[in-house]
C-alpha cells in the first residue's frame, strides 16, 4: 500500500551540528522542514569536544571572521536553549578563559607584543605563572597567555535536546539516507515517502557529493582522572584539557590527517598528554576515550554550496563545528531564498 507523501519545503539529510542548526532557524523562521538521519551513523559532532577558541596555531592568529562568526553563535545558543527548554534561561555555549602555557620567555615576549595590536588587545593577556589562579600542570611553563572571548560547548545535550524537539514536532524521520533513492520530478524532489522543493546534504564524510573537497581529520580524546582541579577554566599548550563531568578532565585532541585505523592508539595519547608534567603524568588514569573523524576541507573554510536546482550541500566545518555550523545555516538560508527569487 503506498502511503501518502510527506511535504516539506526543505529536507535535511543528517543531524550533526550542521545540520540540527540549519533545521532550527528554517523551523523557527517558519519554514516547512523534515530531517532524515541515522542515530547509528557515524558523527563527529557527537564526537566532539566543542572547544571554542578565537585564536588559532601556533602564531596565534585570529579565527577566520571572527568578528561575526562568535558573536552570532553565542547568540544562536542561547537563543534556542530557551526554545528546546521551555521555561529556563541559559545558553548551551558558555564563556570560559583559556590559558595558553608559554614555554619560552621568547614565545612570552612575541604574544605581549601581539597582545598590544589593534584586535588582540582584547583577547590576549600574558602572565608569569603566579598571575592567575591556575596550577601549573604543563612541563617548562614560564608564563600564561590568557585567552578571552573562548568557551565550551558539549554538543551532546544540544543535539539531544534538538532531536526531542523535532519528534515532538514530527518533522524527523530515523532512515540511513540511500542517495539511489533521492529522485527529481518536475519542480520537487522525492525521497521514499517524502517530497520537498529544497534538499541540503549535512552528512559530513558521510556525504556522497563534494568527497573530493573533503579531508577527513582524525581526532583523538581521553577522559581523565588524576589531574588538579582548575575550575571552569580551560588549559591549552599544542593541545588542551578541558574541566569534563564528575572531576575528570577531557584531553585532547590530536589531528590526524594521515590514518591507517579510526582507533585509540598510544601514539595519540603520548601525543596529547607529553606536555604534563612527569609527576601528574604518573598520576593520571584513563576512564574512558574516543576518536572521531572531522570532515574538512583543504582551505579549512565550510562548503555552503548549491550542486545543482534544489539541491545544496553544508558541510566540511572540521574543528570549529561547534561556532561555524550556526553562522554557515544563516549563509546557507540567505543563499537559497535569494536564488528561489
Known amino acids: 500500500m503506498k502511503t501518502n507523501p510527506r511535504e516539506a519545503d526543505f529536507l535535511i539529510l543528517g543531524q550533526g551540528l550542521a545540520g540540527t542548526c540549519l533545521a532550527l532557524l528554517l523551523h523557527l523562521e517558519g519554514h516547512s522542514v523534515h530531517i532524515l538521519a541515522h542515530s547509528d551513523q557515524p558523527s563527529a559532532s557527537k564526537k566532539a569536544v566543542g572547544l571554542v577558541n578565537p585564536v588559532t596555531g601556533r602564531r596565534m592568529a585570529q579565527t577566520w571572521n571572527f568578528d561575526e562568526i562568535f558573536p552570532y553563535s553565542f547568540h544562536f545558543y542561547q537563543r534556542v536553549f530557551s526554545v528546546l527548554n521551555p521555561g529556563k534561561d541559559g545558553s548551551y555555549l558558555e564563556e570560559k578563559p583559556i590559558f595558553k602555557a ?13 597582545s598590544s595590536n589593534l584586535g588582540y588587545d582584547d583577547l590576549l593577556d600574558i602572565r608569569k605563572t603566579d598571575g592567575y589562579p591556575v596550577p601549573v600542570v604543563f612541563d617548562n611553563t614560564v ?13 551532546l545535550p544540544f543535539l539531544q535536546d534538538a532531536l526531542s524537539y523535532f519528534h ?11 542517495q539511489s533513492e533521492l529522485k527529481r520530478e518536475g519542480s520537487h524532489w522525492h525521497y521514499k515517502n517524502i517530497k520537498a522543493r529544497t534538499v541540503i546534504s549535512c552528512l559530513g564524510m558521510g556525504c556522497p557529493w563534494k568527497a573530493d573537497d573533503m ?8 577522559e581523565l582522572d588524576g589531574l588538579p582541579d582548575f575550575g571552569d577554566a580551560i588549559l591549552k599548550t599544542e593541545k ?3 574541566p569534563g563531568d564528575n572531576g575528570t578532565i577531557l584531553a585532547g585532541s590530536t589531528y590526524e590527517r594521515e590514518f591507517s585505523h579510526n582507533e585509540i592508539d598510544e601514539a595519540g595519547f603520548n601525543d596529547i598528554t607529553q606536555d604534563i608534567k612527569p609527576e601528574l603524568h604518573a598520576k593520571m588514569t584513563v576512564r574512558s576515550s574516543w576518536t572521531g573523524i572531522r570532515p574538512t576541507t583543504k582551505d579549512r573554510r565550510p562548503i555552503i554550496e548549491k550542486l545543482e536546482d534544489g539541491l545544496y550541500a553544508l558541510n566540511g566545518l572540521g574543528a570549529k563545528g561547534v561556532t561555524l555550523a550556526p553562522w554557515s545555516a544563516e549563509q546557507l538560508i540567505q543563499k537559497m531564498l535569494s536564488e528561489r527569487g
Not at 215 to 222: D, E, S, T
Open 168 to 178: 515532538q514536532n514530527e518533522i524527523y524521520s530515523e532512515d540511513r539516507f540511500n
Open 240 to 242: 588542551f584539557l578541558v
Open 215 to 222: 579531508w577527513p581529520v582524525k581526532g583523538q580524546v581521553y
Open 143 to 155: 608564563a600564561w597567555c590568557r585567552i578571552s572571548k573562548g568557551g565550551r560547548m558539549n554538543p
Open 102 to 114: 608559554l614555554h619560552s620567555v621568547e614565545e612570552m615576549n612575541f604574544l605581549t607584543g601581539k
